[in-house]
């Protein structure tokens, strides 16, 4: 029974890329107009297997709203780095502190004690006074306008890992983050993730994140090992394809790199599906297949905000909605949802500009808009 209650509750504090983002706005927030809650603002603990983009979300938070980030690796430090180094004031018989530098003084931020759940019990309880005080005795006072956050893996998840000792574990606010292929594709398009990527990840959610079956000690599928992918990607010259295949499986394993490979390969149509929305004198032809399709939106996604000059952004812009016409409206609509993202090339608000500006939005929204409202509400 206790068992069971404890899967219970593990399913209930799951939460999306998406909706850790929303929490950590929030919190920052609150205590940007409310500084005085610092002392009673819960802390927030994020548990996840390694490679869901723990510390890279928060960092990304951080960056969003333009302030400091300090990422404290708690499991490669001493519990003097902590709570400070003891000097011997001989002429007074005292014992004086030096604190380290690299705590907070001033302005705003998030302080990140990542790893937190590979540090061994000592680095714990060293911690303890700065995450539930939010200070070390009379010496240093962590500044109201950061928030306090940890990360770490879980005990099962073959990673270094010890359990939390329950006085620290009941300092925070727990949320454990989901494996999330729909926020995981999402932040790809602001990012500049290839799009062979996120067609991949959008046709096969389940090869995001797998652990079953995979050798843990070389690489398998996970958020980061996916973004390492497209960055390679950019990296392997496009002609060395034996290359790009040994890089792959290095990074995601080789049961999902093979599937990736070959999706790539069959797919590797993105010149022409940019040519085609360059110039209306290329036929539009929409794929039959499942996989093909996916592959067209992405390439679409990542292209539609990448003109080199105004003439090149207008042309693929009309392409877009040329091509985007002849969909059917579960895709037609999914790539103008991503398309309204910005692509990391524009803010979400003037991508919508741009798109429901344009000549042919009306027209769009005449075929697919009933299945567009039902798209967002949903």
Request: charged share 25%; hydrophobic share 45%; glycine share 6%.
């Amino acid at each position: 029974m206790a068992k069971d209650s404890k899967n219970l509750i593990d399913m209930h504090n799951r939460i999306s890329a998406t909706q850790l983002e929303k929490v950590l706005r929030m919190q920052v927030k609150t205590l940007a107009e409310h500084p005085e809650l610092a002392h009673v603002l819960p802390p927030l603990m994020v548990w996840g297997a390694p490679g869901l983009g723990k510390s890279s979300i928060i960092k990304g938070i951080a960056d969003e709203m333009g302030i400091q980030f300090i990422d404290v690796r708690l499991a490669q430090r001493e519990p003097v780095d902590v709570r400070g180094l003891p000097v011997p004031d001989r002429a007074n018989k005292k014992v004086d502190w030096l604190v380290s530098g690299e705590w907070p003084r001033e302005g705003r931020g998030i302080l990140l004690f990542d790893e937190l759940t590979a540090a061994d019990r000592s680095l714990q309880v060293a911690a303890y006074e700065l995450i539930l005080d939010r200070r070390l005795g009379e010496l240093y006072k962590v500044p109201d306008g950061w928030y306090i956050c940890g990360a770490g893996n879980r005990v099962d998840d073959s990673a270094v890992a010890t359990t939390m000792s329950s006085a620290l574990a009941n300092r925070f606010m727990h949320v454990e983050l989901a494996e999330d292929a729909e926020s995981w594709v999402k932040w790809a398009t602001t990012h500049g993730i290839h799009p062979s990527v996120t067609g991949f990840v959008r046709f096969r959610p389940e090869c995001l994140f797998r652990q079953q079956d995979e050798n843990l000690e070389r690489g398998w599928p996970t958020p980061r090992a996916w973004e390492r992918v497209s960055i390679m990607m950019g990296i392997v010259p496009a002609d060395d394809e034996e290359l790009l295949r040994k890089l792959v499986y290095g990074l995601v394993g080789n049961r999902a790199g093979m599937e990736f490979i070959e999706f790539h390969k069959l797919n590797a149509s993105f010149a022409d599906v940019r040519k085609m929305m360059l110039s209306p004198a290329v036929p539009v032809e929409i794929p039959s297949k499942v996989d093909r399709k996916y592959a067209m939106c992405a390439a679409m996604a990542y292209y539609v905000w990448r003109g080199k000059d105004s003439a090149a952004a207008a042309a693929l812009l009309d392409g877009f909605f040329r091509i985007s016409k002849k969909l059917t409206s579960d895709f037609a609509c999914m790539v103008m949802t991503d398309a309204m993202s910005g692509g990391g090339q524009l803010t979400p608000a003037e991508a919508a500009s741009r798109l429901f500006y344009h000549k042919d939005y009306k027209e769009w929204a005449e075929i697919h808009g009933k299945a567009m409202k039902k798209h967002l509400s949903f």
